[in-house]
């Protein structure tokens, strides 16, 4: 039996009992549909033998297939990439958001600049931010080298699901595939070909067509099984500040605007980052790349925007913080911009956080900074000469600004400690580590 109908067939098993017929698809191998034909997501469904599939494709939209009957470009012999890429999307990232309710991504030449590595395409369901459909493309050459794509540059991170989805285009040659965990690979994925299609003919288009909205009925359930991600994987957000940060597969790329002394920030950063390494300090993101040219810098891993969300977490975080202090002002480092935005979970790591964000990092003392926000920042911070306790002062900020109420009278005497105005009142990174890690005991 096909892979598609094994993937189809495991999932209907195993959900049937609670299926409605608005949420069964067609078989896409089926020419016409008979008793033997008859796929097993149609079980509650009226009697279908003998109707051809392009009858009961009608019978769904008229409106969709009016891009799978006619799209721009599938005849042309005269194609070019851009064609390709309206073909592409129309038959199949249009489609998917129709049926669906989901949005998709096109991923620009920008991120081959910096060297990265993010999909053609990426299609989320719904309001989730995973990727659970991918797509490689190619005008042109061997289908196996995008497909190879899908599997060879992906790191598995989708917890207990059993796959997610992709597509290889070269011209119009489609393969459909089912990207599987597999531990006995380097990054713990392989892709597994449900079928190929031919979009230059409009029977493979019908069956194109009808095979993703198989696929469409599976996304619910597979995403449900993934760790929800705050932000849009393989996404681009930008800061208040012009900043740009792209998320590629296995690092992230910090671009600078033109109006940010680009220069001065990615030196002080290599300078930062250098210093950290020499002295091993713990639980930090790394710098992996610059480039003062493009104005960029290239870190390393990506994490998880995830504050802790009871005791347990926070103490956890508290401790991979405060051992990153100590290790800092141990060298008379200091991070000047610790707000929970900055604190990362690790990936597939527990209950393990690291610093990010090291632009406004610096030696000990420094002089005053005038664009930090004083309801965030240490008071001295913005009016004068100040060293590594601004840092203490923003570990009773994270307290003070944590999801968790209720703070046990331990850490509500941690959190005012640190926020005592006067910098010499305030306890050391050391001395709360110490508490925070028998509270952790305790």
């Not at 009992?17 to 796929?39: G, R």
């Not at 992906?154 to 393969?175: H, K």
């Not at 067509?209 to 449900?224: I, Q």
């Not at 347990?312 to 060298?331: F, G, N, P, T, Y």
Request: charged share 25%.
């Amino acid at each position: 039996m096909p892979v598609a109908r094994d993937l189809m067939k495991a999932y209907w098993e195993g959900h049937s009992s609670s299926a409605t017929v608005e949420t069964m698809m067609l078989d896409s191998h089926a020419k016409t549909l008979n008793e033997l034909e008859v796929p097993e997501i149609l079980d509650k469904a009226p009697s279908m033998e003998h109707k051809d599939v392009l009858e009961l494709a009608a019978d769904i939209t008229a409106g969709i297939l009016g891009s799978v009957i006619d799209p721009l470009g599938s005849g042309s012999e005269f194609a070019t990439e851009d064609t390709y890429h309206h073909l592409w999307d129309s038959l199949i990232a249009m489609l998917l958001r129709r049926v669906s309710n989901g949005k998709f991504h096109r991923n620009t030449n920008a991120s081959t600049s910096t060297g990265l590595y993010r999909p053609d395409l990426c299609f989320y369901y719904k309001n989730s931010n995973v990727c659970v459909v991918r797509g490689e493309e190619k005008a042109s050459g061997e289908l196996q080298v995008p497909v190879r794509e899908l599997h060879e540059k992906l790191t598995w991170r989708y917890d207990a699901a059993p796959y997610v989805f992709g597509y290889a285009a070269v011209g119009l040659q489609v393969c459909l595939v089912a990207i599987r965990k597999d531990e006995m690979t380097e990054r713990g994925a392989k892709v597994e070909i449900i079928e190929t299609y031919d979009l230059g003919d409009l029977n493979g288009r019908l069956s194109f067509f009808l095979a993703l909205l198989n696929l469409s009925t599976l996304f619910r359930p597979v995403v449900d099984l993934i760790e929800p991600l705050d932000i849009l994987e393989y996404g681009t957000i930008e800061r208040d500040s012009g900043v740009q940060i792209t998320f590629a597969e296995d690092c992230v790329v910090k671009t600078y605007p033109q109006n940010m002394p680009s220069d001065d920030i990615i030196r002080n950063l290599k300078e930062l980052h250098r210093r950290m390494k020499k002295h091993s300090v713990p639980n930090v993101v790394e710098l992996k790349n610059t480039n003062m040219k493009k104005k960029y810098v290239k870190l390393a891993p990506v994490g998880r925007l995830s504050p802790p969300e009871n005791v347990h977490q926070l103490l956890m975080a508290l401790r991979d913080i405060l051992k990153a202090l100590v290790a800092m002002h141990a060298i008379n480092l200091m991070h000047r911009d610790l707000r929970w935005e900055n604190v990362l979970r690790y990936r597939d790591e527990g209950d393990k956080w690291f610093l990010i964000d090291f632009d406004e990092g610096t030696s000990s003392p420094a002089a005053k900074v005038g664009h930090l926000k004083a309801e965030s920042h240490a008071p001295e911070i913005l009016s004068s000469t100040h060293t590594v306790m601004v840092d203490i002062w923003s570990v009773g900020f994270l307290l003070k600004t944590s999801p968790i109420q209720d703070l046990s009278p331990e850490l509500e005497s941690l959190k005012a400690q640190c926020l005592q105005k006067s910098p010499s009142n305030r306890p050391s990174a050391e001395s709360l580590l110490k508490v925070v890690e028998s509270l952790i005991e305790s």
